[in-house]
């Protein structure tokens, strides 16, 4: 048994990978600082059943407030791997509040950092982004890309600089890092502001979907359990391997075009969609498509969950989530992750 820190513990992914760990017996010290993005009643009842478990513990802190306040907040316990998924998230967001992406997922993740080089744990699982691959030409994308001017969104650049600390730390402090980069993760527990979960409420209120662009942009749809699945070999990996650092793709390997998902999620509801054609988002691209060979040699990654079976998963879950999800009001919808 291993005792895992996660930070974002609440969240969408977060709350999956802390039952995930627990079944496969690891102890589980989560963060979160219940950001009113969303109702934050809805991330404590993500974590409805690991609150009861006798190996998990919840400490409310914010990474923004420095080393100290993560000293005061968490135990002397030991850790043996940090999983780093706490960040704002959303391209469309971004664009709108660049500094709050800066401050929450560099500088937050600066003092993380520090943290574990104050307690000498020297294993981190951090959680990038698709978005940092941008409008890259090459398809599928790989891991061995020059990003250097790929990043068209706040959102992006946070999380390539991201990869970039990891980096730093790795070369002056000796950590293992395993970086992964998420592509449009799906499932149960979706935030209420991407896009599958709000198609699926305009389908029920009989509302058009607003179709950014001509509908041919497409995105890698991984389903949660399949993401989660990827980051708890990430963490059997660590446990076992010392002195390297890595960069991986947690995706799909399968675009889906916007029509083809607006089709889906109408069968998986059971109502025709209604179309309403709009403009771009500024800092979304075009496509994302991972390649994930490297994953699957490193760690036998291997998603399992068709895109009809995952979209059904979660038109069951939400018909049983207390109505209405209130989101910050932000842009109509965002494809980021």
């Avoid at 992006?156 to 990869?163: D, H, N, R, T």
């Avoid at 969609?273 to 991972?290: C, I, N, R, S, W």
């Avoid at 939400?318 to 965002?334: C, F, I, N, R």
């Amino acid at each position: 048994m291993a005792s895992i820190l996660v930070t974002g513990c609440a969240g969408f992914i977060g709350s999956h990978l802390t039952e995930r760990l627990l079944r496969d017996g690891h102890r589980v010290v989560g963060i979160d600082n219940f950001a009113p993005f969303y109702n934050p009643d809805h991330k404590r009842r993500n974590l409805a059943t690991s609150l009861s478990h006798p190996r998990f513990s919840l400490h409310e802190t914010d990474l923004r407030h420095g080393l100290d306040a993560l000293v005061d907040a968490l135990p002397a316990d030991p850790i043996d791997v940090v999983v780093h998924l706490a960040a704002k998230a959303g391209v469309g967001p971004s664009v709108k509040e660049p500094v709050a992406y800066l401050e929450n997922n560099i500088i937050g993740t600066t003092h993380l950092l520090e943290w574990m080089r104050h307690r000498g744990i020297v294993k981190l699982f951090f959680a990038s982004s698709s978005s940092v691959y941008g409008n890259t030409r090459e398809q599928p994308f790989r891991e061995d890309m020059n990003l250097l001017s790929a990043c068209i969104s706040p959102y992006a650049a946070s999380k390539l600089s991201g990869e970039q600390l990891t980096a730093t730390y790795h070369h002056l402090y000796g950590l293992d890092v395993l970086n992964a980069r998420f592509f449009t993760v799906y499932g149960p527990r979706q935030r209420p502001d991407l896009a599958i979960h709000k198609f699926v409420r305009l389908l029920r209120a009989g509302k058009p979907i607003p179709v950014f662009g001509d509908g041919s942009t497409a995105r890698d749809y991984t389903f949660v359990l399949d993401t989660v699945d990827g980051i708890s070999r990430g963490v059997d990996y660590l446990l076992r391997h010392t002195g390297f650092y890595e960069t991986i793709n947690l995706g799909n390997n399968r675009p889906i075009p916007l029509l083809e998902l607006i089709a889906a999620v109408g069968q998986a509801v059971g109502v025709e969609p209604q179309l309403a054609f709009q403009p771009m988002q500024a800092g979304d691209v075009d496509v994302t498509y991972a390649d994930i060979r490297k994953a699957q040699e490193l760690l036998g990654y291997s998603p399992q969950t068709s895109l009809s079976d995952g979209l059904q998963a979660f038109v069951e879950w939400l018909a049983e989530v207390p109505q209405p999800v209130s989101v910050t009001p932000y842009p109509p919808h965002s494809s980021a992750r």
